[in-house]
């Protein structure tokens, strides 16, 4: 028997990524209808996993996608409509389907049922195929000649049968004997008399008279054998003259017109495309990085080594030799490493796109219009980071909706649009990415986060009084705290924002914040391309060596200690005008200064804008290639230390988590 393990690994792959496509493109129905090649990467997509599903043996998800496969088919040939009850059927499918991804990677079945949300898709099929084909042409004679003879309303009935079906012309002569059996027949489909394929046959419709029920006789019909729906009225002669385009009343609706689609050339392309790459599994590209990883320890020892050979025999040539070695050696590692990186590097918008379906679903929540701008979807980053960064942006987006986007009824008295717009920004700056959260809302008051501070106990009143505006705002940040009234499904349990700082700082980033009242908010994070490997500033503290991400320095300087003043106690230094807290990391160690005497300090500026920390350190020891790792679960968090490396001279050196020291050092100002 054939051992599907080794397949199910890639199957989920796949599914996920038809998955998410399929979301996309929903909302892409949703907003302007689609177009051709949208619609046809849905029906690719049902179709691709109906036979994937159906070759694991995943029967529920094969089954799902088989129909809306066989509507999105519908949609497709222009024979269905798109309506907004259709929409919210396919995202309840996504979602049912999203809930048996789960099971299958968590218990490898399927446990969720699905009868509903077949019964629905087939309900809807039946009544957008009565829509297009409408009431049956029956004569006028015929239907007037059934009403006279019996005296009675006749029944108009339409049977579809299961696709699974074989025979289907053969079928529904068993159903029309039935019928026959069951009342009088006056009238049925012209396909039951002619010589039709099976392929070109789906339903069948009936007129007839009985003395059973109609819910009667719709229990025997759908009884019998390969049938799927049966739909069952009475008909009256003015329903004959029907609209056969008319749609149900009270159902929102967009006939679905198609755009143009790419040029067969382009499709080629594309094609061609996808025919040049390979599935990966992912422990493979983080072993290879490893092993880059330990090339660069090497490579840098092979360096100390050359430096310490130069110094005691000179210029022999034996160390030239080496020299040049080393120097190729730097090179061709460098280039491994940028290459390898690539490989790890993905473009954000495979983060990007999970977001238009929460925002849609959490917008019709809280009865608000919210526009979702997307830029620099194509900006790369190391998919570490994708997935450690997408919890942090949810909590910003559900705060921006919750919180920061008014109601449309509010917005229209203040002047504003109905609908609110949240843009989120990507873009590449100084060796790092930028991503940007922001919402043309209310704006975050100043005095408002003040007032709740000081009610939790956060500050006291005298010294939320001193804090400039941007410092108030800062206090959102702390543990526990919310100016929510009351809680919500939503936010306003305070454990968001605090959450969000963490979390970005563990990936040795930033988060800053920009408000104005009226006009919305905008939120920062500035992280590395990667973590894997980074450049560092090593650091003497205390004759110890310690490492500043570069990413995180924005300059270098040296000061004499008399300069430096004191303000409310604590010590600053002035750089172009702005005042700059200074801590010396000797101290935050508990480590005795190495350089006492020294005239100078060296002082590195680390963050950005007016969130920026001097660091005051006992030496610079240079920039080097460093490769991260984790300190394990022996050593747990520590704080203000992200990890450690290992030193050309194979000694053991710790990261500085920037974040976490200016998180400390910005309580101890805003609560001293």
């Known amino acids: 028997m054939l051992d599907l393990s080794d397949f199910r690994e890639v199957f989920l792959e796949e599914l996920e990524e038809q998955l998410q496509m399929m979301e996309q493109e929903i909302l892409s129905l949703e907003i302007d209808g689609g177009s051709d090649a949208g619609i046809q990467r849905m029906f690719r997509a049902a179709h691709t996993l109906k036979g994937s599903s159906a070759a694991m043996g995943f029967d529920k998800m094969k089954t799902l996608t088989h129909e809306m496969e066989h509507f999105l088919d519908k949609i497709r040939n222009r024979s269905a409509s798109v309506s907004s009850a259709l929409i919210n059927l396919f995202f309840a499918c996504l979602d049912r389907m999203k809930n048996l991804q789960a099971e299958i990677v968590e218990h490898h079945r399927e446990q969720s049922d699905i009868t509903d949300l077949v019964a629905k898709l087939q309900a809807m099929h039946m009544e957008s195929e009565s829509k297009r084909r409408g009431k049956p042409q029956i004569p006028v004679e015929v239907f007037n000649s059934a009403q006279m003879a019996e005296g009675k309303e006749c029944i108009f009935l339409r049977v579809r049968l299961s696709d699974e079906s074989v025979m289907k012309l053969a079928r ?113 590209l983080e072993q290879l990085m490893n092993f880059v990883g330990e090339l660069v320890i090497e490579q840098t020892r092979i360096q100390q ?160 009084n001193q804090l400039s505006d941007h410092d108030a705002i800062q206090l959102i940040f702390h543990p526990g705290f919310s100016t929510a009234s009351q809680l919500s499904e939503v936010s306003g349990r305070g454990v968001g924002m605090d959450i969000v700082r963490t979390d970005v700082e563990r990936l040795n980033g930033l988060i800053d914040i920009e408000t104005e009242l009226g006009k919305g908010t905008i939120f920062k994070i500035r992280l590395p391309l990667t973590l894997a490997i980074i450049t560092g500033l090593l650091v003497d503290i205390g004759r110890k ?124 100002i805003t609560t001293k």
Not at 321 to 337: M, N
Not at 416 to 444: F, L, M, W, Y
Not at 571 to 588: E, F, S
């Open 305 to 464: 080594v050359e430096k310490q050979f130069r110094q005691k025999f000179g210029g022999e040539h034996s160390v030239e030799e080496l020299g040049d070695i080393s120097y190729h050696l730097a090179r061709i590692v460098g280039e491994l490493q940028e290459n390898v990186m690539k490989v790890r590097m993905l473009p954000i918008d495979q983060l990007f796109s999970r977001f238009s379906r929460m925002i849609r679903d959490l917008s019709q929540s809280l009865h608000k219009e919210v526009e979702l701008v997307l830029e620099g979807r194509e900006t790369e980053l190391d998919r570490t980071l994708i997935e450690e960064i997408g919890d942090p942006l949810i909590h910003l987006i559900r705060n921006a909706i919750d919180h920061g986007i008014e109601t449309p009824e509010v917005r229209r008295t203040s002047g504003k649009p109905e609908k609110g717009t949240i843009r989120i920004q990507a873009a590449h700056e100084d060796n790092q990415i930028a991503i940007t959260v922001s919402d043309d809302g209310t704006g975050i008051d100043p005095n408002k986060i003040r007032h709740a501070a000081i009610k939790k106990g956060v500050i006291s009143e005298e010294k939320a």
């Open 545 to 668: 060596t310690f490492i500043l991400p570069m990413s995180n320095v924005t300059e270098i300087v040296r000061v004499e200690p008399s300069s430096l003043q004191k303000v409310k106690g604590i010590p600053v230094i002035t750089i172009r005008n702005q005042i700059i807290p200074v801590i010396w990391l000797h101290d935050y160690f508990g480590y005795a200064r190495s350089n006492e005497t020294s005239k100078f300090v060296p002082i590195v500026i680390i963050g950005r804008a007016e969130k920026r920390l001097a660091i005051a350190v006992d030496e610079l020891l240079g920039n080097q290639e460093i490769v991260i790792k984790s300190l394990g679960a022996y050593v747990g968090h520590l704080d203000g230390i992200s990890g450690a490396t290992i030193l050309g001279d194979g000694k053991v050196a710790l990261i500085l988590e920037v974040g976490g020291i200016m998180k400390l050092v910005n309580d101890h």
């Open 172 to 284: 529904f002569n068993v159903i029309n004997t039935k019928l026959s059996n069951l009342g009088t027949v006056y009238w049925k489909d012209a396909d039951l008399e002619s010589e039709v394929d099976d392929d070109k046959i789906q339903d069948a419709q009936w007129l007839l008279s009985s003395q059973l029920e109609q819910d009667e006789i719709k229990r025997i019909v759908e009884s019998m054998m390969d049938v799927q729906c049966v739909e069952i009225e009475k008909l009256q002669f003015e329903h004959l003259e029907v609209d056969a385009t008319e749609i149900t009343e009270g159902t929102q609706h967009t006939t679905y017109e198609g755009k143009e689609s790419p040029e067969p050339a382009a499709l080629e392309h594309v094609e061609k495309y996808k025919s040049s790459t390979i599935r990966v599994n992912v422990d493979r």
